[in-house]
């Protein structure tokens, strides 16, 4: 069903016209037929003057011997630009990253092309201020016009922009381009009724509801700088976040829902303003139907009330260099770290990673089955698809539960999803409940064409899981909330390269990723030490940390100078390929030997009975840390777990030898997880060795922190002590 549509009105235009070229253009435009015309604007943004066709542009996939790599050209079926746009040789992975290294200002100016721009920049990269680079300086655009109205006034109004697709509430509901650019101009309108202005902050409390992505793209439209923190966040958490962006307005739902819970979202609001030193003018709240929110007078205003009264807003122009949304990460501080993205290079990488690394074409379903509380759906739930012209899936359910295991394979089945995009936590939770794969048989998936991974290490178990049951290529890719898109991928858009288990493939165009030992010199190949990427990072990544540059410095720059520090850990074999491990803190040291868990838990995936695993470093007297494994079983698995403890224990001496002093494992029922799917290793750490923890405000699920603590208690680690309140 299209969300209804409203004809925008004009407001404030973006730019002055003198009334003699008003009357001109009124008195020229042609009579609208069927199509309602978008919102009116004083200055149309136009796309900068293409260059000449080069490498780095014509980014498609190099043909392949079909009996090695069926798979990779699968997902590679149906590109038009394969056969309409290169006859001669095509560029190859190693040569678009050659150029985009040798020639970032021609390769990424190349890239920006496919922006509409108000005006070009001055400098397609401004190093006059090292270590803080800006991309586009002296550009202007703005974000929601190329991620909306410009695919209007193309003519793809009624394509679909938005699926909404919620198990838990039972809803499925469509937006096209047209209808999403109407709500959206016009919940602008209600921002700056608000008071909102160009540069104010907006944070954004919400659940996964089209009305988050509407306020996030309304926020961009007006020039206004969103925040958006996950819903159901604690109150304290949520307070910090509202110090330290000082928001105009906060935007909120009554509650969220999860499977077989309504959670109130509002009395965590309230006790988070109550506890903010700085205090919003305005909350607008979303009433859902299972949970209706009291509001404050004066201070809150209803959703609906807000858009009844509202009048759709025009796009606003903003300069390439200014922050487009404040996203918060964990501090080591306790003071969240709140990364700054930028307008213009984040739509020009976004716009262009869209094809090249998940091959992609316009027009096409791709679903990033992440939330909008974290980078991921930032990125590739709401920007990136929408930039590109694709149509992107919003979706309000798990992996597991709403109902079962073949959640996932309904969606793609349903909506034809050429492209999914998740974290390895998903397809864990889908095989312990699924191992035989027989709930996939049940949906037609032949539209369905690559798996995308990130969000944590990939075990290769996983991974070939995937492959076996889903017969598509299954790609491995790293990146962080930090640098906003992949660091390391396979570029399916480029060249699809053999895929390594275990590794992301290579460095994406734009990233040069070393490896560096101690004393900042480079690692050799195959040995383990601090990934960093040399400076200045590409367009897209953060800009530096919202009102704290010295802590940006010190942070990620500092440590290995004229690099950015990753805080992960791991090697390049011979071919190039990198190996992420674990993060640096996961490093642990045996009796002098540095040893990765990650390489671990890659062991103990392999158990046949094992479904998802995690390994720590724990406190030893004698060899300074050991290795203690927890292992969690298949759906269906009653055999002794003595016998399977004892099985892994085998694995990782026969794998990686006694070096590894791997002696201890345990079976317990779930790992403790962020709401993101990351295991909270350094809390797990904690509690072994006795230690007071904090439980962190991003889990998903409190109640595992004392579960893992009794099975600690059971195998003669630390006793069970309580936690402080996150």
């Not at 049951?469 to 962080?480: A, E, S």
């Not at 950015?564 to 490093?587: C, E, I, K, L, S």
């Amino acid at each position: 069903m299209a969300a209804k549509k409203a004809k925008p009105k004009s407001r404030k235009p973006a730019l002055k016209k003198t009334a003699a070229k008003r009357a001109s253009a009124k008195k020229a435009a042609p009579k609208a037929k069927t199509k309602k015309p978008a919102p009116k604007r004083s200055a149309r943004p136009q796309a900068a003057p293409k260059p000449k066709p080069a490498a780095a542009q014509l980014s498609v996939p190099r043909a392949e011997a079909p009996d090695k790599r069926a798979m990779l050209e699968r997902a590679l079926t149906g590109t038009p630009q394969a056969d309409e746009r290169v006859a001669e040789k095509r560029p190859s992975w190693a040569e678009v990253h050659q150029r985009s290294l040798a020639d970032p200002l021609g390769f990424w100016g190349a890239a920006a092309a496919d922006i509409n721009w108000i005006m070009k920049w001055d400098r397609v990269l401004d190093d006059s201020n090292p270590p803080f680079y800006r991309w586009f300086r002296g550009g202007v655009l703005n974000t929601c016009w190329n991620a909306l109205d410009r695919h209007v006034e193309k003519g793809r109004g009624e394509q679909a922009a938005l699926i909404y697709d919620s198990p838990v509430t039972g809803t499925v509901r469509t937006y096209s381009y047209r209808s999403l650019r109407d709500e959206v101009a016009k919940f602008a309108g209600a921002l700056v009724d608000a008071g909102v202005g160009k540069g104010d902050r907006v944070i954004l409390y919400m659940p996964m509801v089209p009305e988050a992505l509407i306020a996030m793209l309304a926020c961009a439209r007006i020039g206004a700088v969103h925040s958006v923190v996950f819903g159901g966040f604690a109150a304290n958490e949520l307070a910090t976040r509202i110090n330290d962006a000082t928001p105009k307005v906060i935007v909120s739902a009554s509650c969220g829902v999860e499977v077989g819970k309504v959670i109130p979202y509002k009395p965590l609001l309230d006790a988070a303003i109550m506890m903010a030193v700085h205090k919003p003018d305005h909350c607008i709240i979303l009433q859902r139907p299972l949970e209706r929110a009291e509001l404050i007078p004066g201070r809150d205003i209803e959703w609906q009330d807000a858009m009844a009264r509202a009048k759709p807003h025009d796009c606003v122009p903003v300069q390439a260099t200014d922050p487009l949304y404040i996203l918060y990460t964990s501090g080591t501080t306790g003071q969240p770290k709140g990364i700054v993205r930028d307008h213009g290079g984040h739509a020009v990488a976004l716009h262009w990673s869209m094809k090249n690394i998940y091959g992609m074409t316009p027009g096409e379903v791709y679903w990033a089955a992440s939330d909008v509380g974290w980078v991921v759906g930032h990125s590739y739930i709401v920007y990136a698809p929408l930039l590109y012209g694709c149509t992107t899936v919003l979706y309000e359910g798990k992996p597991v539960g709403t109902p079962d295991a073949g959640a996932f394979w309904r969606v793609i089945a349903q909506h034809k999803v050429r492209a999914l995009f998740t974290a390895p936590t998903a397809f864990r939770a889908i095989k312990r409940e699924d191992p035989e794969g027989k709930l996939i048989r049940n949906y037609d998936l032949s539209h369905f064409r690559t798996l995308f991974l990130a969000g944590e290490r990939s075990d290769p178990p996983t991974l070939e899981w995937a492959e076996a049951h889903l017969k598509v290529p299954v790609i491995d890719h790293w990146w962080q909330t930090e640098t906003g898109w992949a660091i390391c991928a396979n570029c399916m858009g480029i060249e699809a390269l053999p895929v390594k288990h275990g590794s992301p493939t290579k460095p994406a165009p734009g990233w040069d990723v070393r490896v560096l030992a101690d004393g900042c010199r480079e690692a050799k190949r195959g040995d383990i030490g601090a990934l960093v990427c040399k400076l200045p990072l590409p367009p897209g990544t953060l800009a530096t940390l919202w009102n704290a540059d010295q802590r940006y410095v010190q942070s990620y720059l500092t440590a290995y100078p004229g690099y950015y520090q990753t805080g992960d850990a791991g090697y390049v074999d011979t071919d190039g390929y990198v190996y992420v491990m674990a993060r640096t803190d996961d490093v642990i040291n045996v009796a002098g030997h540095r040893l990765s868990t990650g390489a671990m838990e890659e062991v103990l995936a392999a158990h046949p009975d094992v479904a998802e695993c995690a390994v720590i470093g724990v406190a030893d007297e004698l060899k300074g840390q050991v290795p203690l494994g927890f292992v969690v079983l298949k759906a269906g698995v009653d055999r002794d777990h003595a016998h399977i403890c004892k099985e892994v224990v085998q694995m990782v001496r026969d794998r990686i030898g006694p070096v590894a002093a791997f002696r201890t494992a345990t079976v317990v029922k779930r790992l403790p997880k962020t709401r993101s799917g990351k295991i909270l290793r350094g809390t797990m750490q904690k509690i072994a060795d006795g230690q007071d923890y904090k439980t962190p405000a991003t889990i998903d699920d409190p109640a595992i922190l004392p579960e893992i603590a009794e099975a600690l208690g059971g195998i003669g680690y630390a006793a069970p002590r309580l936690s402080r309140p996150p």
